[in-house]
């Protein structure tokens, strides 16, 4: 296992790190928790150190989970880095409040890495407001948390805002050979980088998208390099091979992905990769890029949309849908995303029409013609259905959060 340092604190971080986002399932849908477990206590004894989760992953199942594989002394070999739900925060005391349930629920009594949850600049804007620098100086001070961040799917703009806004040790991007100019992208990886971040990279493998199965142009063009590598290790390599990274997040579920991704792991060193292999990651690129359904490079020239649309974010989960028929979670994350669940409005049926996108953008692109496209096969019919049943069982989630801990403070 290779390690990267923390610039500002001089930790070491496995260069892979465990994302328990997409632990293993029972046939049933719910966490393998044995399995998870194993999993996990493996990965640690083969030198990662990194574990990634949420209180929305597994809707609270993965915290629960990774906090029973590090009983028996596995804790004290890993940092923990998990996050603050900016959609259940309504005031100061829910930071606190929610904290300090993670502490219990992972059974530390600090998180090494504690990040914001998916910020927007909205989001950013929304806790800045209830007061979250202060809940972060107070929670470093007094020990709960080791090192502040942030996760982020918004334009690189908001990230540098955010990045200059606060003392933060590290960020959380997504990023990966499709996204170069995607979200925060290249510019922004650099932004934070020169801050004196440590990157940690989310998406290497656009949810396992481009791992596979790959359509069968862009296998084609793998199968010409001398060096044989799955479409998966060519993604993991082409991140690590930035400097500017600290760790890349896999969502590892499958002890075969597992174990390749440690063998990568071991030898991804930055500026590794040949011209000629770089050259070959371009055309995959290429490719795909052709596949896709709006050209849309997400250079975000035409925001902000008067109608509050997220315009290439819209067009990144429609060309992830098309490109990717096999994944099924797309629709949900654009309504998640966009729909108002994880942060403010911006789907494609909010567009009046207005044509001013159009003019600036350098693309040439239709845009609100294909917005109501996007609308059409994104958010299909009964989108206030789907977005109450989304917003219902996160409201759930935390209710029963409050019970479960106001019983357990009844009986102990
Ligand atoms: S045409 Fe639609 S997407 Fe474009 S700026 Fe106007 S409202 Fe926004
Ligand atoms: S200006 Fe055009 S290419 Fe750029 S983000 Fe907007 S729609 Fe996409």
Redo the contacts with the bound molecule.
């Keep these: 296992m290779l390690y990267r340092t923390v610039p500002k604190t001089g930790d070491r971080l496995s260069i892979l790190g465990f994302g328990c986002m997409r632990l293993p399932s029972t046939k049933t849908g719910g966490v393998d928790e044995d399995r998870a477990i194993r999993q996990i206590r493996s990965a640690i004894d083969n030198g990662v150190n990194y574990f990634d989760t949420a209180p929305l992953y597994h809707l609270g199942k993965s915290e629960q989970v990774l906090g029973r594989a590090l009983a028996d002394g596995y804790r004290e070999k890993v940092r923990i880095a998990t996050k603050l739900p900016p959609w259940l925060v309504r005031g100061r005391a829910d930071m606190d409040r929610i904290l300090d349930s993670q502490l219990r629920t992972l059974s530390t009594d600090h998180i090494d890495y504690y990040l914001l949850h998916s910020l927007s600049k909205e989001a950013w804007e929304k806790l800045k407001n209830l007061g979250v620098r202060e809940f972060l100086d107070t929670a470093k001070k007094d020990g709960r948390i080791r090192n502040a961040g942030f996760s982020f799917h918004g334009n690189t703009a908001a990230l540098r805002e955010i990045v200059d806004a606060y003392e933060w040790e590290f960020c959380q991007i997504q990023y990966n050979y499709l996204d170069e100019h995607n979200q925060a992208g290249t510019e922004g990886l650099r932004y934070a980088a020169t801050k004196g971040l440590a990157v940690m990279i989310m998406e290497p493998l656009r949810g396992g998208n481009i791992a596979g199965p790959v359509p069968d142009e862009i296998q084609t063009i793998w199968d010409e390099s001398p060096v044989r590598r799955s479409p998966a290790e060519w993604g993991l390599r082409w991140v690590w091979n930035h400097p500017e990274v600290t760790v890349v997040l896999s969502g590892m579920n499958d002890e075969s992905h597992i174990e390749e991704n440690l063998r990568a792991a071991a030898s991804a060193l930055p500026d590794s990769l040949t011209q000629e292999e770089l050259a070959l990651v371009s055309r995959v690129r290429d490719t795909y890029n052709r596949l896709m359904k709006v050209g849309?490079?997400?250079?975000?020239?035409?925001m902000p949309c008067p109608a509050g649309v997220d315009?290439?974010g819209c067009?990144s989960s429609y060309n992830t849908h098309h490109m990717f028929p096999h994944d099924r979670t797309a629709k949900f994350l654009y309504i998640g995303r966009h729909g108002g669940v994880l942060g403010d409005t911006s789907y494609a049926g909010l567009c009046r029409q207005c044509g001013k996108?159009e003019k600036?953008?350098?693309?040439h692109?239709p845009?609100s013609m294909l917005m109501k496209e996007v609308s059409r096969e994104m958010e299909g019919r009964g989108l206030g259905v789907k977005l109450l049943v989304l917003k219902g069982l996160l409201w759930c989630y935390d209710v029963a959060g409050r019970i479960s801990r106001k019983f357990k403070g009844r009986t102990t």
Excluded: A
């Design positions: 849309c490079t997400g250079c975000g020239y035409c315009i290439p067009f996108c600036i953008c350098p693309q692109l845009v």
